[in-house]
């Protein structure tokens, strides 16, 4: 641990967040991984070594939980070189049959957590005066049927990341939204066979990305190559944001 760069990955356990860690890991980093799933958080630390990945059973969002966070990772390794905030979960269906509840726990995670995780981190990284903040949005930003909840909360982390990158800018932190589109993991591995394939059809490469996809991408912004981009939301989604013959 001693030399390496500090990052924080939330949603770590599985799927895109378990590809950004291993990622990150070969790119020199330590890894605090920040999961609610403790049976495969541990299962991550085990894997991958204590040495390189540090699990946090943390409900991001719950104030008191994040703020416990930051106190012990600056009180273990002193500084926060990135976050990378890809906790997130769907709870679809139209809205005339969604509940006040899943609107509720779908805002709850991907837009209040992420900003309480930012929100932290601001504090020390303007101190430190350096950080990379990534946080995972979705394409799906840009609308997609029985989403409203989702779409609204991946719409409020662009917004965020912009905000963000106009406050933090001249403390020399840069914050971008990443969106990616169809992405083979545990979330979209639930969706039924039929929905999943008409998905794929719709796709411009007629694929689903991997979570490696997505990890390339993080690994580039919180690199030290990309110092003049802020504000930014890259799409990883094989040409579905372009919409043509959509
Ligand atoms: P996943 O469901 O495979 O993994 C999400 C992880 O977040 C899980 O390990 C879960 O335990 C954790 N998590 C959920 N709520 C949490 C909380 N309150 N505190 C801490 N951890 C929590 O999801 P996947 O597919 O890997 O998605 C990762 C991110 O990418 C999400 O933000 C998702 O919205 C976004 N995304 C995924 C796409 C896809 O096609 N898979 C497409 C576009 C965006």
């Known amino acids: 641990m001693i030399g390496k760069k500090i990052a924080i990955v939330t949603g770590a356990a599985k799927g895109i967040g378990k590809a950004i860690t291993k990622r990150l890991l070969s790119d020199g980093f330590f890894v605090v991984a920040v999961d609610t799933d403790i049976e495969e ?3 991550l630390e085990n894997e991958l070594g204590r040495e390189f990945v540090e699990f946090q059973n943390v409900n991001i969002c719950d104030e008191q939980h994040v703020k416990t966070l930051f106190t012990s990772i600056i009180n273990n390794y002193k500084r926060i070189d990135a976050l990378v905030n890809n906790a997130g979960i769907i709870r679809d269906n139209m809205i ?3 509940s006040v509840e899943d609107f509720d726990a779908v805002i709850n995670v991907n837009l209040k957590g992420t900003w309480l995780m930012c929100r932290e981190a601001a504090i020390i990284m303007k101190l ?7 946080n995972i949005a979705s394409r799906a930003w840009l609308g997609n049927r029985g989403q409203s909840n989702y779409s609204a909360s991946k719409a409020g982390v662009v917004a965020l990341s912009r905000v963000l990158a106009l406050e933090l800018g001249k ?3 840069s914050v971008n939204a990443v969106a990616p589109g169809l992405i083979d993991t545990p979330l979209t591995q639930k969706l ?3 929905v999943l394939q008409k998905l794929i059809e719709a796709q411009p490469t007629k694929t689903m990305g991997q979570p490696s996809d997505v990890a390339n991408t993080v690994s580039f912004l919180v690199s030290d190559k990309t110092g003049f981009i802020t504000g930014q939301t890259i799409y990883v989604d094989g040409g579905k944001s372009i919409g043509a013959n959509m």
Do not use: A, L, S, T
Not at 128 to 134: A, D, E, P, T, Y
């Open 96 to 98: 005339w049959k969604m």
């Open 171 to 173: 403390y020399n932190i």
């Open 192 to 194: 039924e066979k039929e």
């Open 41 to 43: 958080g541990q299962k």
């Open 128 to 134: 430190q005066n350096f950080g990379k903040i990534v």
